[in-house]
T-cell receptor, first 110, second 111 residues
Framework: GQQVQQSPASLVLQEGENAELQCNFS?????MQWFYQRPGGSLVSLFY???GTKHSGRLTSTTVIKERRSSLHISSSQTTDSGTYLC????????????FGSGTQLTVMP | GPKVLQIPSHQIIDMGQMVTLNCDPV?????FYWYKQILGQQMEFLVN????????KSKLFKDQFSVERPDGSYFTLKIQPTALEDSAVYFC?????????FGKGTRLTVV
């Protein structure tokens, strides 16, 4: 089955609302990364967060290894936040490949 | 953040022909990757490359695919011959072993 599951699959917000995106994984991880995929397709690394909580502006990432989950919180959303958010994990097995979730499609309305 | 450059951004090629996708990774990075994303679908790992060798490859990395990085030049993905199902966006990535940085992708269309 899917090793990395993201929820929700899609989310529509009004500008100014907060968003909480979830990533659950079924395997031991070596690292967790969150990406933003622009509508044109390019990927931007948001967080490299194997464990704990990290902040960057309006974004917060929290990875709890024991609970096999990672979350991305977006506060005070803006229309420019619209796009696809992907989580990806590197397994603890010595494999270096990133396994991606299927993404959350975020739409922020003005 | 660090930039991975991919050339070209878009390539159209006739089925059966050879294509080479070029990637200029971050200058001091050691690990190089190719990923494939078919329109509207999940990002999938193809191959990673370290110290001049393929370290790991997925089932998607068919016999028609090859990678190399001659000293000081591009990290390349070659497909020979191409097939219709190779149409996708191919993303190059690089890392020092921790955070992975991606290029903007090359959209390959096989007709």
């Amino acid at each position: 089955g899917q090793q990395v599951q993201q929820s929700p699959a899609s989310l529509v917000l009004q500008e100014g609302e907060n968003a909480e995106l979830q990533c659950n994984f079924s395997t031991s991880l070596n690292s967790m990364q969150w990406f933003y995929q622009r509508p044109g397709g390019s990927l931007v690394s948001l967080f490299y967060n194997p464990s704990g909580t990290k902040h960057s502006g309006r974004l917060t990432s929290t990875t709890v290894i024991k609970e096999r989950r990672s979350s991305l919180h977006i506060s005070s959303s803006q229309t420019t936040d619209s796009g696809t958010y992907l989580c990806a994990l590197e397994r603890a097995s010595g494999s270096w490949q990133l396994i991606f979730g299927s993404g959350t499609q975020l739409t922020v309305m003005p | 953040g660090p930039k991975v450059l991919q050339i070209p951004s878009h390539q159209i090629i006739d089925m059966g022909q050879m294509v080479t996708l070029n990637c200029d990774p971050v200058s001091n990075h050691l690990y190089f990757y190719w990923y494939k994303q078919i329109l509207g679908q999940q990002m999938e790992f193809l191959v990673n490359f370290y110290n001049g060798k393929v370290m790991e490859k997925s089932k998607l990395f068919k016999d028609q695919f090859s990678v190399e990085r001659p000293d000081g030049s591009y990290f390349t993905l070659k497909i020979q011959p191409t097939a219709l199902e190779d149409s996708a966006v191919y993303f190059c990535a690089s890392s020092l072993g921790t955070e992975v940085f991606f290029g903007k992708g090359t959209r390959l269309t096989v007709v």
